[in-house]
């Protein structure tokens, strides 16, 4: 069996992910890597059915639907304006 390896870059470009997502998965055992020449590895079969969900099973980040965003504290919605402002 001869697997592609892919780098954390090629993962992180693959789920719509930053590569600091990757390596968190990687730290925590929710994604299989091994180092080939000191290179953090991924088997392409494993990247491509890890989720890159939280452990909760939802995205992180902003939450998009109305519904959803009403339940956003007020303290919440002051800080993602302050970051836009900047």
Same mark, same amino acid.
């Given at each position: 069996?001869?697997?592609?390896?892919?780098?954390?870059?090629?993962? $992180? @470009?693959? &789920?719509? =992910?930053?590569?600091? %997502?990757?390596?968190?998965?990687?730290? +925590?055992?929710?994604? $299989? @890597?091994? &180092?080939? =020449?000191?290179?953090? %590895?991924?088997?392409?079969?494993?990247? +491509?059915?890890?989720? $890159?969900?939280?452990?909760?099973?939802?995205?992180?980040?902003?939450?998009?639907?109305?519904?959803?965003?009403?339940?956003?504290?007020?303290?919440?919605?002051?800080?993602?304006?302050?970051?836009?402002?900047?």
């Amino acid at each position: 069996m001869n697997d592609q390896y892919l780098s954390v870059s090629q993962v $992180a @470009s693959l &789920k719509g =992910v930053s590569r600091n %997502a990757v390596y968190k998965a990687v730290r +925590e055992g929710r994604l $299989a @890597s091994t &180092k080939l =020449v000191g290179v953090v %590895a991924i088997r392409r079969s494993d990247a +491509e059915a890890w989720s $890159a969900r939280s452990r909760t099973g939802r995205k992180t980040g902003k939450p998009t639907s109305e519904e959803a965003k009403a339940k956003i504290s007020v303290a919440q919605r002051l800080r993602w304006q302050k970051r836009r402002s900047e």
